[in-house]
């Protein structure tokens, strides 16, 4: 099979698995799973911000979720511990489910390492792709999640997610989200979170 041929099957077989997302999100008129959105989102923003990257990296963005909904938050303890060792295992969960699927696909295993690696979030701020990634999820978060969450929480705690946010992220990351379409409240927290 060629690079493409298996990129659009490996794309095929994550969507597949994320089309089963019981959590639903209407966009457009349309319902669709969560987790499909999200996938397609990663996909289409990392091909803005960074058209020329791997494959290895394109793969990352579409299945940097999958299959979330089966490890809920709520099955963790509901303090910063809970939530941390959440996001560990989940990342290891991706991790696996996306490697099995690879492994189907019939990609080499260097490849699916590197997916791994980036899927980890390994060497953050000192491995390019992992930074890229992480750009890539703060920007999806900005430009679709952020406006739908400042309904939902306190300035001060916004305030403080979106200098956790913008930490992590690259200063071209940094010079994207801000050319983002914000409104009138949203722009003016990010304002106060950057003084």
């Known amino acids: 099979m060629e690079a493409s041929q298996r990129l659009t099957k490996a794309f095929e077989l994550f969507d597949a698995a994320n089309s089963e ?37 394109q793969l990352t963005a579409r299945c940097q979720h999958i299959c979330r909904w089966e490890i809920p938050r709520e099955s963790y303890e509901m303090n910063r511990v809970g939530y941390l060792q ?57 430009k679709y999640y952020y406006a739908p969450f400042l309904v939902k929480h306190d300035d001060d705690k916004i305030i403080s997610i979106l200098q956790k946010t913008w930490r992590k992220m690259s200063e071209k990351g940094q010079q994207a989200a801000l050319q983002l379409d914000f409104s009138g409240k949203g722009k003016g927290l990010i304002a106060k979170a950057l003084e």
Not at 28 to 54: H, W
Not at 119 to 136: A, F, G, I, P, Y
């Open 21 to 57: 997302d019981p959590n639903t999100e209407v966009f457009q008129g349309k319902t669709i799973p969560k987790e499909l959105l999200y996938a397609k989102r990663m996909t289409a923003v990392l091909n803005e911000f960074e058209p020329d990257t791997s494959e290895a990296l």
């Open 86 to 142: 959440w996001r560990q295992n989940l990342k290891k969960f991706h991790a696996k489910k996306a490697s099995e699927i690879l492994n189907k696909v019939g990609y080499e295993e260097e490849l699916i390492e590197r997916v791994r690696f980036l899927l980890l979030k390994k060497k953050l701020k000192r491995d390019e792709e992992t930074q890229t990634l992480e750009d890539v999820i703060c920007l999806v978060f900005l």
